[in-house]
């Protein structure tokens, strides 16, 4: 009777694990991989970076799958592209599956059915923390500059090298492992091809650049004194190295270039620079009274070399544009400067290199930064007043000081650009009412110059500006 139960119970426990067994969901895509990468915690949240997965009828690529940057809503938003046949063969999906996490994190994203070597990944991509960055190498790649296409075929293979899925996600679908380690191969074999592409162009351009430099012979330093806006444009557009540049620099300096030399009265931004007492504007007298020009730190340290400087931005775009040069493989060769890096380097302490100048719409905070006041120690410095063309003076997007409503403006400022130079600027509030008092008689108002940026209109400002830079 006993033993007859036992069966009993042993026969229903078999049948109810069975049962159990059978209705036990199978690894789901959408659920395990796609939605998890879109999910955010509260504290997580970036509320100027978006992501999304989106179904597209058809995605033409090996994989039907792609990774898209956007601008959607004044916001930048990576997109996973991907079609049915990479939901109904998820293989395809993972390598950029796990790249969009990655992205979304430096140290990678837990998703049901993958392993990743979490140390490894964030020693490899923790350098990539800006997404404008990354948004900048994907449209620089996506526009046929080798460089920037074996960045990213260098990440990848990293991601892949470090990446594996699970038995039980090999035992629903295949191949994969196999699949992924054909992959790995192919992605190596198209790195050395492509590195081939990005060295020997390289050097081949440099060569040329030389040349050219060689044969340009005119002084940037008299051009600018001169307010010679036509002279500086020309000057730029021979000594610049376009043919090194990536797309999107290309695209700023082009932008930078048409407002210095055909700059919009109607299409201007008040801004304001505090300097330091070690800041000296260059000054060159003339009949009806002294002009001044002031230049971005890469030019301003040595005026004896200016020409010297800016001959040495070919090299100097590198060391300051590339952020992740430093960080990656020893064996990576290729250069991929980008403007965002260049933001991004401006707006931490050693910005030597920094092709900008910073300003800001906010007195206060130009004030802030004027020598002799409560913040800086030593002798009372200088503030400075302008109108410049909002092509050539930008919201910094890429900067970790949001609140000081930084702009940046490429190389220099123009005699014509400024309109109060005051030195000897000692922040007393005689000081402070005087300078305000002589911008009120000009029709500028400060207070009413500083609403248009707040509840995120200078980020709004920002993005429309890397839409021109990102251009299609």
Request: hydrophobic share 40%; charged share 25%.
């Amino acid at each position: 009777m006993l033993g007859s139960l036992r069966t009993i119970l042993v026969t229903f426990f078999l049948l109810n694990t069975s049962l159990t067994f059978a209705q036990t969901p199978l690894f789901n895509v959408e659920r395990d991989i796609l939605k998890v990468l879109t999910h955010f915690d509260e504290a997580e949240e970036r509320p100027r970076f978006g992501l999304e997965t989106k179904q597209l009828p058809v995605v033409e690529t090996d994989t039907h799958t792609n990774l898209n940057f956007i601008i959607k809503s004044h916001k930048l938003t990576l997109q996973l592209l991907y079609d049915a046949e990479a939901l109904a063969n998820p293989k395809l999906l993972l390598p950029d599956a796990v790249f969009f996490g990655c992205l979304k994190f430096p140290g990678c994203i837990e998703m049901k059915g993958i392993e990743n070597n979490t140390t490894g990944l964030i020693q490899e991509l923790g350098s990539t923390t800006s997404v404008y960055a990354m948004s900048e190498l994907f449209y620089d790649a996506k526009n046929d500059d080798p460089s920037a296409q074996a960045r990213l075929l260098r990440w990848r293979i990293d991601l892949l090298k470090q990446m594996s899925v699970t038995n039980e996600f090999e035992e629903q679908f295949p191949g994969t492992r196999s699949y992924l380690e054909e992959l790995l191969n192919i992605k190596e074999k198209q790195l050395k091809e492509t590195l081939v592409k990005a060295i020997n162009s390289e050097r081949n351009n440099l060569e040329e650049f030389t040349q050219n430099q060689a044969m340009n012979t005119d002084s940037f330093e008299e051009l600018r004194l001169s307010n010679d806006r036509a002279g500086v444009a020309k000057y730029l557009r021979n000594i610049l190295p376009w043919k090194l540049m990536q797309k999107a620099e290309i695209n700023a300096w082009n932008l930078w270039i048409e407002a210095i030399e055909h700059p919009d009265p109607t299409s201007t931004v008040l801004a304001f620079r505090g300097i330091s007492h070690r800041e000296i504007g260059m000054t060159k007298d003339r009949a009806h009274g002294k002009a001044k020009i002031f230049l971005s730190p890469f030019l301003n340290r040595d005026f004896e070399k200016i020409d010297k400087n800016i001959r040495d931005y070919p090299k100097k775009r590198i060391s300051f544009g590339d952020r992740d040069q430093t960080k990656i493989a020893a064996s990576s060769v290729e250069s991929v400067a980008k403007i965002t890096d260049m933001m991004h380097s401006h707006s931490e302490a050693d910005s030597g290199l920094s092709i900008f100048l910073s300003l800001s719409p906010d007195f206060n905070v130009a004030e802030s930064f004027v020598s002799g006041g409560q913040r800086i120690e030593g002798p009372a410095g200088s503030l400075l007043a302008l109108r410049i063309d909002k092509r050539r003076l930008f919201p910094n997007i890429a900067t970790g000081f949001p609140k000081e409503f930084e702009f940046l403006a490429p190389l220099i400022i123009f005699p014509d650009e400024i309109l109060i130079y005051r030195e000897n600027y000692d922040s007393s509030e005689e000081s402070r009412n005087s300078f305000l008092k002589e911008l009120e008689a000009l029709g500028e108002d400060v207070d009413k110059n500083l609403e248009r940026y707040y509840d995120g209109n200078m980020y709004k400002i920002g993005f429309d500006y890397l839409k021109v830079i990102l251009k299609e």
